[in-house]
């Protein structure tokens, strides 16, 4: 049974920084891409941030490159978001999903998701 659980959210003012972790279980971690999405109240699912399976190839929504970076860590079954500079719009859940190839997929193409952790960003 693959599991994600992210952690490291929680309540920064703007300009601040978070980083959050996502740790899988139950599957070969380093064969698959990961991916960070996040869900804004009142608003969709959008694509925040991909990595495929070696960490060589990176992928960012318009919206945050150049703030935010995606790692990994293959000993650790983790992968990271660090988000610099943070805004008030980027206060949503944030979650990490996974999904059943080593590519970064299409944004729908996602098997695996985790249960979300809150950011909330004060201006």
């Known amino acids: 049974q693959v599991q994600l659980v992210e952690s490291g959210g929680g309540s920064v003012q703007a300009g601040g920084s978070l980083r959050l972790s996502c740790v899988v279980s139950?599957?070969?971690?380093?064969?698959?891409?990961m991916g960070w999405f996040r869900q804004a109240p009142g608003k969709e699912r959008e694509f925040v941030a991909a990595?495929?399976?070696?960490?060589?190839?990176?992928s960012y929504a318009d919206s945050v490159k150049g703030r935010f970076t995606i790692s990994r860590d293959n000993a650790k079954n983790t992968v990271y978001l660090q988000m610099n500079s943070l805004k008030a719009e980027d206060t949503a859940v944030y979650y990490c999903?996974?999904?059943?190839?080593?590519?970064?997929?299409?944004?729908?193409?996602?098997?695996?998701w985790g249960q979300g952790t809150q950011v909330t960003v004060s201006s």
């Open positions: 999903a996974t999904p059943n190839t080593g590519s970064i997929p299409r944004a729908l193409d996602y098997d695996y």
């Open positions: 139950g599957r070969t971690f380093w064969r698959y891409a």
């Open positions: 990595v495929d399976w070696s960490g060589g190839r990176l």
